[in-house]
Nanobody, 124 residues
Framework: QVQLVESGGGLVQAGDSLRLSCAAS????????MGWFRQAPGKEREFLAV????????NYADSVKGRFTISRDNAKRTVYLQMNSLKPEDTAVYYCAASESLLVPTISGRYPYWGQGTQVTVSS
């Protein structure tokens, strides 16, 4: 199975950048699609980005396309989310998740494994 731990969150100002990391353990990591989601208070969990098991396919939410970039390093068992041009509306808890899929799913129900989340706060 897969265990996930996010890191890299913090307090930044609008226009700044952050790079989130998600360290995974478990031998299934290299065959799992990896996704990033976020959830703000009072809001539903929102899909952000996903990368396939081999890193060759990605899918992004329209709200972050062009600003966020997902990548993975299977040797390090780590997935990353580079976030540029951050906005106050990006403030949320960010979660990484693993899916047993050869594709790039965008639905949270397709991800059985989740990290504990890391807080990102963007001030105006």
């Amino acid at each position: 199975q897969v265990q996930l731990v996010e890191s890299g969150g913090g307090l930044v100002q609008a226009g700044d950048s952050l790079r989130l990391s998600c360290a995974a353990s478990g031998r299934t990591f290299n065959t799992a699609a990896m996704g990033w989601f976020r959830q703000a208070p009072g809001k539903e969990r929102e899909f952000l980005a996903v990368v396939s098991w081999n890193g060759r396919s990605t899918n992004y939410a329209d709200s972050v396309k062009g600003r966020f970039t997902i990548s993975r390093d299977n040797a390090k068992r780590t997935v990353y989310l580079q976030m540029n041009s951050l906005k106050p509306e990006d403030t949320a808890v960010y979660y990484c998740a693993a899916s047993e899929s050869l594709l790039v799913p965008t639905i949270s129900g397709r991800y059985p494994y989740w990290g504990q989340g890391t807080q990102v706060t963007v001030s105006s």
